[in-house]
């Protein structure tokens, strides 16, 4: 029996959406998942999304399994994936269409815009200790500028949560970052309990930040859309950025605004349709 499956991409961060409307449970598990996202005896993917039905207030449900079987609590670039996927299922594309997505990080709303961009309102940030979770200062303090020892060096990190856990670094030079090296040790370090993504920035300017990302679960990849919120927020709370910032990832660019009226933060990037077929475990 063969898995139906399309395949989407948000700026190279590469998603199997499965259409599981029918049953409130994954129809694939974390360990097909991992089967299925392997880039040489898979489709090849940095994870899988399913698409399940809402609860009375949602729409839907979004889950979602990183390339290495985990479940992350949101994913940003996936979820403008998901909404292209269900306005597909519905064969609908109208502009201005949005969907209330119950996730494990709570209910987020993406919306449709023209030349298959979406706005994604992602919510309030967390930023208190516990809620990243860190064990970098006391629980309900915020980890703003701290340092924190990885590779044999002190780097000051600011931890924000987009739902899922977030550590950004703001360097002189990103390209120079050696990625896979250090990306493992923050993601596995022990003031992480759930371990970490983990971002490094290059201030362009304060309306344009360069990043690249080692994503919990996933490894590098080319873009992450909470990855660019956290962000956001980072600068500012530094005070390194605007709130309203371009985003320049490996896989292109996203337009991020935390709003000062109300503490949410918006999001707006492609998702694109790449094929669809059927695997077959
Ligand atoms: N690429 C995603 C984030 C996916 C989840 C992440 N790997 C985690 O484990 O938290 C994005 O675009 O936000």
Not at 144 to 156: A, C, D, R
Not at 228 to 238: F, I, N, Y
Request: aromatic residues 8%; charged residues 20%; proline residues 6%.
């Amino acid at each position: 029996m063969g898995i139906e499956f399309t395949k989407y991409h948000g700026l190279g961060n590469d998603f199997i959406l499965i259409d599981n409307r029918h049953s409130k449970d994954p129809l694939v598990s974390p360990e097909m998942a991992v089967q299925m996202c392997d880039r040489h005896f898979g489709i090849g993917a940095d994870g899988v999304i399913f698409v399940l039905p809402g609860t009375p207030q949602t729409d839907y449900q979004m889950r979602i399994f990183n390339s290495d079987g985990s479940e992350p609590e949101m994913c940003g670039n996936g979820i403008r994936c998901l909404a292209q996927f269900i306005a597909q299922l519905e064969g609908t594309s109208e502009s201005g269409k949005a969907y209330r997505i119950d996730t494990l990080a709570g209910v987020i709303t993406p919306r449709l815009e023209e030349e298959e961009q979406v706005t994604v309102d992602m919510g309030p940030p967390q930023l208190q200790a516990a809620q990243i979770p860190t064990t970098l200062v006391t629980a309900t303090e915020k980890v703003i500028n701290q340092p924190l020892s990885v590779g044999g060096k002190s780097w000051l990190v600011t931890c924000v949560s987009m739902g899922n856990p977030h550590c950004i670094t703001f360097v002189e030079n990103v390209d120079e970052i050696p990625l896979e090296v250090i990306g493992p040790e923050f993601e596995h370090h022990a003031a992480f309990p759930q371990r970490t993504n983990t971002e490094f920035i290059e201030v362009v300017r304060p309306d344009y930040l360069k990043m690249r990302v080692w994503e919990r679960g996933a490894g590098i990849t080319l873009a992450c859309g909470t990855g660019a919120c956290a962000t956001v927020v980072a600068g500012l709370l530094t005070h390194r950025s605007d709130r309203r910032c371009t985003v320049e990832l490996p896989g292109g660019c996203l337009r991020i605004y935390w709003s000062e009226t109300d503490g949410h933060v918006y999001m707006t990037g492609p998702a694109k349709r790449v094929f669809s077929g059927i695997y077959l475990p």
